[in-house]
């Protein structure tokens, strides 16, 4: 059996038709009881197993997904990584998240192809562009790389883009991160379930929670699709599902959850190297490797557990990236789909006690969940055995809404997460 | 050999040439052609190369389902990428280029890398390129990938439109099931609507095989003509690409390549789906090479433009109705076998075509396979309306079962392929009759050979084979979306349409177990391919978002106004034709030293009316205003719940149940929509009204020494004896109501005079007039942001941000005091509310001669050699007035640091500062009351 | 694109509507003390329902605020009502 990864083992393996590759994963039955079970198969839990695993030592960890592995927003988002925020608290996060990701590839032995080909920002009036400077700035000083471009350089790296005379939002600039790119979403979850595998974790597909087993207020474990599974601790990862989760669990959680639609067109040559996002459409775009460009926009409006997108938000968004670049209108869409976020008052994550004993919660990424599975693994493994906060993910404890320390990103940087 | 046009049949046009290219070689189809057919009546074999290995691609279907016949084509200049040949019209001029492909298909450089094609299995760049470094690998990578090109010229002629339509029967598919639905529906006097994806109606009317007496187009005619007399509509080229909540479905109408598509968003009462089906591809050793079409698609082709595909044709299926179609070949000329797609050992012979098939011992030449390993009903509109499927296992496939009341599958689509069936079901429907039960249907199952050495494609865009969904299936990648995202099988231009059934059928034959227990992936809209300009309609250039206008526009153009954006406005930014810079420090002089004339329309105005007007105003204003006295002024900020700051801005109180309330200009939606919700959540709404008359008002403002020598000039107020600074009296102008606040934004004495739209152009002129004689003039919204931060007047959303509350902005005595609840009270008493490092609002100075300090800079502590921000520069001007440069910041306790020198941090440089109080222009305010 | 009935206008377009929150969280009175939690309780905390969803949405035409009740997984509409109309 082929087990690790590298070009010679794929060339040995062609030579023998590839017959000897292991299993990416087994596909073990749960047992009766874990020390730690993950609720949430996707990026964020798969990660927090591999790093209880790695790094705290643990091995008897379960993670139960009810479908299948990255299935919820892990496979469903625009695959954005950067760390381009303004509060310090929000850097300290999202970079730590950047850097694990410059390192993952090899870390898990599997490709996550995390293309540092950079992120801008646009900024279509003088106002803007001062505050962007305001958030270059920030990001300098709060130790992520940041870089304010002018229309010229703009241009340069991306002549797709609008710099007509008569444009609705002309370009006068950006903010570009050189460390932000792209990631293949899918293959964030399998390198991830891969290399929890590898370290003993079970992890369980098909396997819904129906409720939580609550013993003299504590929580004991979970009733599932495949029967009761005891527990010493659970950590509930489910994005935009886990106010649902919250209700059985007994526990409430400042979410409001709504679909956020994405949009792939058909392949192209490839034209854009960068990912553009204006923030005066709310609209974004990059060229992935198999050249469509992948589209992502605003949240819909109307609160939803529907995983379909609304035709309203549709039009805004497509239409906003026609503004930014004229030339894409010809371009054809190939496929819409809709993920369920969980979108917190301040637009930031939740990492914590959950409120019920025993449960602990890693939610409220709203849109930009994906490019946080690392370090949002990282800290919650650090959460759920140690039962304490790295210091990072401290400012992201639920309580922070009865002390009034938001971190509202949408207001302070003017970037919508 | 290859494809034969024939010297007659077929819808096509034959008196009428058409002229084109393809890879640079002269050709000629007729009107009514696609590309497809005449290139393949050309002779063309090789429309395009795959993605991964470069393999010689020819047609496989003859409409929507074909991945294979993807070209770019350039037309009047203009040049679009990945055109489905078998879809897009022939028009004269066109450039058609194969994709995927250099210097053409035929012979295509890259074609070598098929021969790496074992060491480039499903997935193998997540195993590979680890080492030394990915980004090493990724741009040689990028450039392999992709398939049309981009031309990034733009056209601006190339605009969709919207249209919003109703109907009570919408019929999906002008087929024989589809005319027939209609033409029942029509005739119980319902109104219809019939769209069709072809320019010509029928579907496949035209390559029904075996039915006596069957004419095709006197068959269609009729029907048509029969809908039309009962008042029913039919639209040709019109795709239903999705169906959306509430019952909506978007409709794509095509316009010929090079215009683009009318969408088309209509609700029906009843939706009938006539999609039709689909054949399958044969999965077999090389069954993706040059001259494998699918059985409807070869007969299309023959029936529908006149092409015979090929001379010696062997069909190749495993329908029981396949030896009628091998009638129609023959009688049109070609040399027809028809082999059973259930044979051992199949294999397709030839490289670039194919030349041949061997089905065990036997070996059939020939230069065309007519494959079908059974029909596939389209059914992706029924599951975008939340229909389900179920599994037929006479059929071999899916087929709708239980969905919405409201729409209704027939004929091929939902899986009844004999003609009389499909007709008698059609009925039915129109009439929400009982659906007649299914007819029998059975085909022999056909599994992959998984023991077969070759490779046999399931993806023929995307090379995914059988070995690929072996190496998933040996991986643990076997759930149906696993499979997909692996090896991408579905993720071509088709979406699937081709490859779905095979590819689920291979997994289940790994999996030793039945396909339905496989399941299937989820079908997204849209149906086909659209440019991303149909969902455009008219969110273009300025109607994206519409500016606002001044009623006092043309007065300000007459004065040579440079213009620009605030807040949604359009406003003069500065006036005369000087650069920006000496413009604006003329007019701040002038402000200064006599008196600035301008348009103050943009603030948002709202009147709130009523007996419990009073108690509102206090409720929804930090500030007391329950003690504001009629005739008086305060300034006051608005909070949100959460206690920051939303607006700030002056209030006048008109009597006891009459208040105006001046708000920031881009905010005054946002401030009414924030005031309606807590009149009506907190508050009788019969007791109080708000009004936003923003638009009813124009606003001509007059601030400086000599703003009040022109008040009295302009004979608006008859006595101007008793009006201090914060007051609000009426008068006349033009015979008209006049309203006069006398606040300040300049910091000088200042007058707000409102009047009607009709009457403010008098108004301004006389404004101008009169000022003229006083040294005064027009001023623009540069000048008075330069004026209002010489006073520390802030600018909400500039000067404060997403964590400001009104005790950072030095406004602390309402928090400690006011009794009653106002929105945000409580918020104002959190842990983080009461720290002391709030950020606070601060003016800086700069060390003499320095320049002005840049705006977003940030204020930075140095510690141990790290530089931690403490804020953030929010305003910064020259100032005129001061001669020197004025900034205004948002710093961490910087109350507590007035005099303290501060580190400035941007872009890499340091500069230095001292903390000042924000107001930098007469502090002691003595020119306000002048 | 959805439909929603407006109490005072009837089924309009879904553009024109806006969604203001979750119905039953009426404001506390701040005169009293009132602790951080429920303070928080009142202002950010949520049922967030999978499934019959209470909530109050503005039909931004006529500026009037109501109660809809909607199923949050299949888009249906289940009822409205005027904001201080007690539904029948």
């Known amino acids: 059996m082929t087990r690790h990864f590298s070009t010679f083992s794929v060339i040995r393996e062609g030579l023998k038709g590839h017959t000897g590759w292991a299993p990416l994963w087994r596909s073990p039955a749960p047992k009766d009881a874990y020390d730690i079970i993950i609720v949430g198969g996707g990026g964020h839990g798969l990660a927090t197993a591999y790093y209880l695993a790695k790094n705290h030592g643990l091995k008897n960890i379960a993670v139960i997904e009810k479908g299948w ?288 004993d025993g449960i602990f919660i890693n939610c409220g990424w709203g849109t930009g969940g994906f490019k946080a599975i690392p370090a949002g693994g990282y800290l919650f493994a650090h959460l759920l055995a140690t039962g304490t906060h790295h210091d990072i993910s401290r400012p992201f404890d639920p309580d922070r809404f009865q002390t009034g320390h938001l971190i509202d990103e949408a207001s302070g940087s003017g970037i919508a997460h | 050999m290859s494809g034969v046009r024939r010297d007659k049949g077929g819808l096509i046009d034959r008196s009428k040439p058409i002229r084109f290219t393809f890879d640079g070689r002269a050709c000629q189809g007729f009107e009514a052609d696609t590309v497809a057919s005449a290139l393949l009546a050309a002779g063309v074999r090789i429309f395009a190369r795959s993605f991964k290995y470069h393999r010689p691609r020819g047609v496989w279907g003859a409409w929507s389902d074909d991945p294979n016949a993807v070209v770019d084509i350039a037309l009047d200049g203009i040049s679009f990428p990945n055109c489905q040949a078998t879809t897009t019209t022939l028009t004269e001029g066109m450039a058609v280029r194969s994709i995927n492909a250099w210097p053409s298909a035929q012979r295509d450089v890259k074609g070598v890398l098929d021969l790496a094609h074992r060491f480039l299995p499903a997935g193998f760049y997540y195993k590979m390129f680890m080492w030394p470094d990915w980004h090493l690998f990724e741009p040689m990578i990028r450039k392999m990938a992709g398939l049309g090109t981009l031309g990034q010229e733009v056209s601006d002629g190339f605009q969709s439109a919207v249209l919003h339509e109703h109907c009570e029967v919408l019929v999906i598919g002008a087929g024989p099931a589809g005319l027939t639905a209609a033409r029942e529906a029509a005739q119980t006097g319902k109104s219809v609507l019939l769209v069709d994806d072809q320019a010509e109606l029928g579907g496949s009317a035209y390559r029904i095989a075996g039915q006596a007496g069957w004419q095709a187009p006197d068959w269609v005619a009729e029907q048509l003509a029969a809908i039309r007399s009962h008042g029913g509509r039919i639209l040709n080229r019109t795709t239903a690409i999705g169906v959306y909540d509430h019952q909506m479905l978007s409709l794509v109408t095509e316009r010929g390549l090079g215009t683009a598509p009318v969408l088309r968003k209509v609700r029906a009462d009843q939706v009938i789906l006539a999609t039709g089906a689909i054949d399958r591809p044969v999965t077999f050793e090389n069954n993706d090479r040059p001259g494998i079409l699918s059985l409807e698609a070869g007969t299309e082709y023959l029936n529908r433009y006149g092409v015979r595909p090929g001379s010696r044709i062997a069909i190749l299926s495993n329908r029981p109705d396949a030896t009628p179609y091998a009638t129609q070949l023959s009688e049109a000329g070609a040399l027809v076998t028809v082999v059973d797609a259930a044979s051992a050992g199949l294999k397709a012979l030839g490289r670039a075509s194919v030349r041949g098939l061997i089905a065990g011992k036997d070996r059939f030449d020939c230069d065309t396979v007519l494959a079908s390993a059974g029909l596939t009903p389209l059914i992706h509109l029924w599951r975008h309306a939340g229909g389900k499927l179920a599994w037929d296992e006479g059929r071999q496939t899916f087929v709708p079962s239980e969905g919405p009341d409201w729409m209704r599958v027939i004929g091929g689509a939902s899986g009844t392929f004999a003609l009389d069936a499909a007709l008698d079901e059609a009925t039915a429907a129109a009439i929400k009759a009982p659906v007649p039960a299914r007819a029998p249907y059975a085909i022999a199952p056909l599994r992959p050979d998984l023991s077969s050495k070759g490779r046999q494609w399931i993806d023929f865009q995307h090379d995914v084979t059988v070995k690929d969904v072996a190496l998933a299936h040996r991986e643990n990648m076997v759930s149906v979306e696993h499979l997909k995202r692996y090896t991408t099988l579905g993720m071509a231009g088709d979406q699937g349409k081709t490859s779905n059934i095979a590819g689920l059928s291979a997994m289940a034959e790994l999996k030793g177990q039945s396909i339905p227990d496989v399941g299937t992936t989820t079908f997204r809209p849209p149906f086909v391919p659209v440019p991303l300009e149909a969902y455009r309609s008219t969110r273009r250039d300025r109607q994206m978002q519409p500016l606002k206008r001044l009623a006092l526009e043309p007065e300000h153009r007459a004065l040579d106004a440079a213009f620009g954006e605030y807040g949604g406005w359009l406003r003069p930014a500065w006036y005369g034709t000087d650069t920006e810079q000496v413009a604006v420090r003329r ?306 306790a910087g109350q507590q640091a007035m005099g303290n020198p501060v580190k400035i941090w941007h872009l890499g440089q340091s500069h230095t500062a001292t903390i000042a109080p924000a107001c930098a222009f007469d502090p002691e305010g003595v020119r306000i009351d002048a | 694109m959805q439909q929603f009935p407006c109490p005072f206008c009837g089924l309009r377009d879904e553009r024109e509507f806006h969604f203001a929150g979750e119905a039953g969280k009426p404001r506390p009175d701040t005169t009293q003390p009132i602790s951080d939690a429920d303070w928080a309780k009142y202002l950010f905390y949520c049922a967030n329902a999978k499934g019959a969803s209470h909530e109050v949405w503005v039909h931004t035409t006529c500026q009037e605020y109501f109660v809809m009740t909607r199923d949050t997984v299949t888009m249906a509409v289940l009822g409205t009502h005027a904001l201080h109309e007690v539904p029948a």
């Open chain 1, 69 to 356: 592995l990255g299935g919820g927003n892990t496979g469903r988002n625009t695959t954005v990584i950067r760390s381009n925020y303004f509060y310090p608290e929000s850097t300290a996060l999202y970079d730590l998240s950047v850097r694990l990701y410059e390192g993952l590839s090899k870390d898990i032995n599997y490709n996550v192809m995390f293309s540092q080909r950079g992120m801008m920002v646009l900024a279509h009036s003088d106002a803007e562009m001062e505050m962007a400077a305001r958030t270059v700035n920030a990001m300098q000083l709060g130790g992520a790389d940041a870089e304010l471009l002018d229309a010229r350089a703009v241009q340069k790296k991306a002549p797709v883009l609008n710099f007509r005379d008569d444009a609705r939002y002309p370009i006068h600039g950006a903010i570009f991160q050189g460390r932000g790119g792209t990631g293949r979403h899918d293959a964030v979850a399998w390198g991830y379930a891969r290399a929890a595998d590898r370290l003993g974790v079970d992890i369980i597909q098909n396997c819904e929670v129906s409720g939580f087993l609550i013993e003299g207020g504590v929580c004991k474990g979970v009733e599932t699709s495949q029967g009761l599974i005891k527990a010493g601790r659970v950590g509930v990862a489910t994005a935009g599902h886990s106010s649902d989760l919250a209700a059985m669990g007994g526990y409430k959680l400042p979410l409001h959850s709504y679909a956020l639609q994405a949009f792939v067109t058909e392949a192209i040559k490839p034209f854009m190297d960068t990912v553009a996002f204006s923030p005066m459409t709310g609209s974004y775009f990059s060229q992935s490797d198999k050249g469509g460009l992948v589209i992502g926009g605003g949240l819909d409006r109307i609160p939803s557990y529907g995983q379909r997108g609304n035709v309203p938000v549709q039009e805004t968004v497509l239409s906003g990236i026609i503004d930014m670049a004229p030339a894409l209108a010809k371009v054809k869409l190939l496929r819409h789909w809709a993920g369920i976020v969980d979108v917190s008052p301040d637009s930031s994550p939740l990492i914590g006690p959950s409120g019920t």
């Open chain 2, 587 to 892: 007019e701040c002089q002038t402000a200064r030293e006599a008196a600035a004339i301008m348009d103050g329309s943009a603030l948002g105005t709202i009147e709130v009316v009523g007996p419990d007007a009073r108690a509102f105003v206090n409720f929804v204003y930090y500030n007391t205003m329950s003690t504001l006295k009629p005739g008086k002024i305060r300034y006051g900020f608005m909070l949100a719940e959460s206690g920051l700051v939303f607006d700030d801005g002056v209030m006048a109180c008109v009597d006891d149940t009459r208040f105006i309330i001046s708000c920031s200009s881009s905010h005054a939606d946002a401030v009414m929509a924030h005031l309606e919700n807590w009149r009506q959540d907190s508050f009788d709404p019969s007791r109080v009204h708000i009004h936003d008359t923003t638009a009813n008002w124009s606003t001509v403002t007059i601030a400086g020494p000599k703003a009040q020598t022109i008040l009295k000039a302009l004979g608006v107020l008859e006595d101007m004896a008793d009006f201090p600074h914060m007051s609000l009296r009426f008068g006349t102008f033009a015979g008209e109501e006049a309203r006069v606040a006398r606040v300040s934004f300049t910091g000088d004495t200042s007058y707000e005079v409102s009047v009607r739209n009709t009457v403010v152009a008098r108004l301004w002129r006389k404004a101008l007039e009169v000022g003229a004689q006083h040294g005064g003039g027009p001023v623009g919204a540069e000048a008075l942001t330069v004026l209002r931060a010489e006073k520390g007047y802030i600018l909400v959303g500039k000067d404060t941000d997403g964590e400001t509350m009104p005790h950072d902005l030095g406004f602390a005595a309402p928090r400690a005091r006011k009794s009653a609840a106002f929105v945000g009270d409580r918020s104002l008493h959190t842990a983080k509310a009461n720290e002391e490092t709030r950020k606070q609002l601060v003016g800086l100075s700069v060390p003499d001669g320095a320049p002005k300090l840049p705006i977003g800079a940030h204020v930075v502590a140095e510690e141990g050699g790290t530089r931690r921000s403490l804020g953030y520069v929010t305003t910064s001007h020259d100032s005129p007035t001061l001669n020197r440069p004025i900034a205004l910041a948002l710093v961490e």
